[in-house]
């Protein structure tokens, strides 16, 4: 068994020591979206830092812990926090949840995040499913010395965010009477925000918002062939002719607005779809 591996498996049987029930449904929340898991009806919360191996959160607004719960009736594995290359992570740290929750017995995977919209004819507090991703982080979470023994090393990326996912979304979506975008997604270093001229060129390229987290995860959940979905909440418009200084409480304000969006689909989408 290789190192990474090993410290995989000590996460996951640390936490299957608690005996909850395995259930294949996990859900990653990004930046902003932590108050999701008030909807939960936990079960069983662990704090990040007591888990072996799993890196600390250090962004203010990720509270850092797993949780084990049941939403519309439904048990889930919940990370209510994520690690971002910004945070002076490695690729195999920030997708360290991802192959914990993989060994947890997850198989579908749903990732949240906040973004700022490219597209100028999205709105603050919409929401945009990823229909496909511009990696600009560089490097690669398969990329890293002895991943390659956790899975593939040449993954499939044709179509990373799963199609039937995304249709049952937008059909609660329209039956919510809901905007819900579909777009590109690119995903960025940061933390700084991007210059006018940055955003003209992610508009250039094809992408309809700009983000810092999500892309790494997604690439691991296809290597561990991991069913996917990922949805960004809009908390702010990147008009690069009317850039105006960031503005953090509107942001948080709108990543609130839009997780109650995400909420509703996706309690609907659980009554739809039983586990």
Not at 131 to 154: M, N, T
């Amino acid at each position: 068994m290789s190192t990474l591996q090993q410290q995989i498996t000590a996460a996951a049987d640390f936490v299957q020591q608690r005996g909850l029930p395995t259930t294949p449904f996990g859900i990653v929340l990004g930046t902003g979206l932590g108050a999701l898991a008030e909807a939960l009806d936990i079960i069983h919360s662990i704090p990040y830092e007591a888990i072996p191996h799993f890196p600390r959160a250090t962004v203010e607004s990720h509270q850092g812990r797993l949780i084990y719960g049941r939403l519309e009736g439904q048990p889930m594995w919940v990370c209510q926090g994520r690690f971002h290359r910004y945070e002076a992570y490695n690729y195999f740290q920030i997708t360290f949840p991802v192959r914990v929750l993989h060994a947890l017995g997850v198989q579908q995977l749903l990732l949240s995040n906040a973004a700022g919209a490219i597209n100028l004819s999205y709105a603050k507090g919409e929401l945009m499913l990823l229909k496909d991703h511009i990696f600009l982080q560089g490097g690669s979470p398969l990329a890293e010395a002895g991943v390659a023994s956790l899975g593939p090393r040449f993954v499939d990326m044709s179509q990373p965010y799963d199609l039937s996912w995304r249709e049952q979304f937008r059909a609660i979506a329209q039956a919510q009477n809901q905007r819900l975008h579909q777009g590109v997604y690119a995903a960025v270093v940061g933390p700084q925000l991007e210059t006018a001229a940055e955003y003209r060129y992610l508009k250039t390229i094809g992408a309809d918002a700009v983000g810092m987290s999500t892309v790494p995860e997604v690439i691991v959940a296809r290597q561990l062939e991991m069913q996917v979905l990922a949805c960004a909440v809009l908390t702010d418009v990147c008009d690069p002719d009317q850039l105006a200084p960031i503005d953090i409480s509107d942001i948080f304000t709108q990543a609130k607005r839009g997780e109650e969006r995400l909420l509703a689909l996706l309690k609907a989408w659980l009554q739809k779809h039983p586990r």
